[in-house]
């Protein structure tokens, strides 16, 4: 078997990878073609690819490298564990220390009666427990028939069966057989896109109100759950208006429903606070975690369960688990993730020092001409690609056309952004500095340049 370095050609990466990896959310042929680029190494906000060039990782991974890249202590961690006791499972009455210590940990840094954890290895697996642990909990409470979830379109709640299907993102359904049933889904709170001529307050009111109608047409004892992002991030970083959190609130609590706050990407510091939920107010039942808990190091999600769901939960037998439940070394390393997250005081930067400097930088791309909006909350944003900013227009391009050639500019300024549809994401690492925020703008300015010169030049400069 020939040995796979970092130093063969990239020309010969690229081959290997293409004929042997399948790759998530890609058209394979398609990436054959261009060949993939090839990441080798990182350190801070900073990737290196096989060519020797450096880019600035503006997206943190997948939303998910929140201390950055390349840190010893984790290493260490890791090595340590690995060593002292690289697995056992918490199945049958046994558990040990790196769990025990990770959810006391996260119990003392959630909000409210958020006490008890239930481990996954991703957010999706962690969002697959919470649809079985909301019914199975209504079905504990005598209320079987209290079964469905309601979700929004346009949601991201991972891509297994059952977190698909919570998801409300049409690509996902529209393969292999999803959306599940038992799961209902409302429009999402996104004024710029949809907003028509109603304030962002109405907006707000309108869609938090599609709750309400929703739980009326299906019957409140027929409704177990409503699952949300505290902000949509997948979907576009979409930030609701202000009125629509607390009608969203008052409607979970007065028609006694349980609420999962989809924390994956929110969580550890990404909106200024430990999670979203405690920027946003919100108090949920059911926190899903994954992505910023381990900083990505390793693959670790959970659910943190209030004392009213666990109580129940925890008086019969839920048959379910998986193999890497609270494995130890994802468990150690999450800890020692969360040490540093603390002791640094990244939060707290985030909220109050280095969050506001990029948030003041990032809304200056509102004045370039192809940006309608740029919105950030904590260090996550999204700026609306337009050709007319009055009218809130769209491209008359299928959605998402501009959006690509935009972030092939940011590419080839070695810039990671990414696009969803024509919105422009970033969601850096929480420790970027300020001198990186600037780079990061200059670089970002470049490629709406670029990119709006490519998209004239393609006659593509028309509204929709
Ligand atoms: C990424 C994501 C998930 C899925 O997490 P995986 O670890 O990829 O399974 C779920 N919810 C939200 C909000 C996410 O952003």
């Known amino acids: 078997m020939q040995q796979i370095t970092n130093h063969l050609p990239t020309a010969e990466l690229q081959a290997l990878d293409a004929a042997h990896h399948m790759h998530p959310f890609s058209t394979q042929s398609d990436l054959a073609k261009v060949g993939a680029r090839v990441i080798t190494s990182a350190s801070g906000v900073r990737l290196k690819d096989s060519e020797g060039q450096e880019i600035l990782d503006a997206m943190a991974g997948l939303w998910c490298v929140n201390i950055g890249y390349g840190r010893e202590e984790l290493a260490q961690v890791a090595a340590r564990q690995i060593r002292e006791l690289p697995y056992y499972n918490t199945f049958f009455q046994t ?97 710029w896109a949809e907003g028509g001529d109603l304030s962002p307050e109405e907006f707000g009111l309108e869609r938090a109100r599609q709750l309400e109608a929703k739980i009326d047409e299906l019957g409140e004892d027929r409704v177990a759950a409503f699952i949300a992002e505290p902000v949509q991030g997948a979907g576009g970083v979409i930030i609701a208006p202000d009125t629509y959190w607390p009608e969203v609130m008052r409607i979970c609590r007065e028609r006694d429903i349980l609420f999962i706050a989809d924390e994956v990407i929110c969580g550890f510091g990404r909106t200024g606070n430990w999670f979203g939920s ?151 690492p929480l420790v970027i500095s300020k001198p990186d925020i600037d780079l990061l703008i200059e670089r970002a300015w470049q490629s709406l340049d670029e990119g709006m010169k490519a998209v004239k030049d393609a006659g593509l400069w028309v509204a929709g």
């Open 95 to 191: 558990t040990h220390v790196p769990a025990i210590a990770l959810s006391a940990k996260l119990a003392e840094l959630a909000p409210g009666d958020l006490n008890h954890v239930f481990y996954a290895g991703s957010g999706s697996e962690a969002n697959d427990t919470n649809l079985r642990m909301v019914r199975t909990y209504w079905e504990q409470m005598g209320k079987p028939e209290k079964s469905i979830v309601i979700s929004r379109w346009n949601a991201y709640h991972g891509s297994s069966v059952g977190s698909g299907s919570l998801g409300g993102m049409k690509g996902i359904h529209s393969q292999g057989g999803l959306p599940i049933p038992g799961i209902e889904h409302i429009d999402q709170p996104h004024w």
């Open 278 to 428: 405690q920027t946003l107010n919100l108090t949920p039942d059911i926190m899903t975690v994954a992505k910023g808990l381990s900083s990505g190091y390793v693959p670790i999600g959970g659910s943190i369960v209030s004392d009213k769901v666990a109580e129940v939960i925890g008086a019969t037998e839920f048959n379910h688990g998986y193999t890497y439940s609270g494995h130890p070394v994802a468990c150690a390393v999450a800890l020692e993730n969360l040490r540093i997250l603390e002791e640094e005081k990244i939060v707290e930067k985030v909220r109050e020092d280095t969050g506001p400097y990029l948030q003041e930088k990032f809304a200056t791309l509102a004045d370039h001409p192809m940006v309608g909006e740029a919105k950030m909350i904590g260090m996550m944003g999204s700026i609306a690609l337009t050709p007319d900013k009055s009218a809130r227009a769209p491209f008359a391009a299928d959605a998402g056309t501009v959006g690509y050639m935009t972030r092939e500019r940011c590419f080839a300024n070695n810039l990671i952004m990414r696009h969803v549809y024509d919105r422009m994401i970033v969601s850096p």
